[in-house]
């Protein structure tokens, strides 16, 4: 049985409506502002952790001793 000619427009146009919300949530959802935002966040959060901070301050410290000591000898 064939359908008439308004009801396929009608279907056509709730289909085209439906994929242009769906390409504007991809499209925020991958945008580049929102995932440098959410790399820096978790490189951040990574960081506060006090079993990764304080060694890097140590290897840090290390560093800079180790430096100035070949500066001056």
């Given at each position: 049985?064939?359908?008439?000619?308004?009801t396929i427009?009608?279907?056509i146009?709730?289909?085209?409506?439906?994929?242009?919300?769906?390409?504007?949530?991809l499209?925020?959802?991958a945008?580049?502002?929102?995932?440098?935002?959410?790399?820096?966040d978790?490189?951040?959060?990574k960081?506060?952790?006090?079993?990764?901070?304080y060694?890097?301050?140590?290897?840090?410290?290390?560093?800079?001793?180790?430096?100035?000591?070949?500066?001056?000898?």
């Amino acid at each position: 049985m064939a359908r008439d000619p308004e009801t396929i427009e009608r279907e056509i146009e709730q289909a085209r409506t439906a994929l242009a919300a769906t390409l504007d949530q991809l499209g925020t959802k991958a945008s580049p502002q929102k995932l440098a935002t959410a790399a820096k966040d978790g490189v951040r959060a990574k960081l506060d952790d006090p079993k990764i901070k304080y060694p890097l301050i140590g290897a840090g410290v290390l560093v800079a001793v180790l430096l100035i000591r070949k500066l001056f000898r």
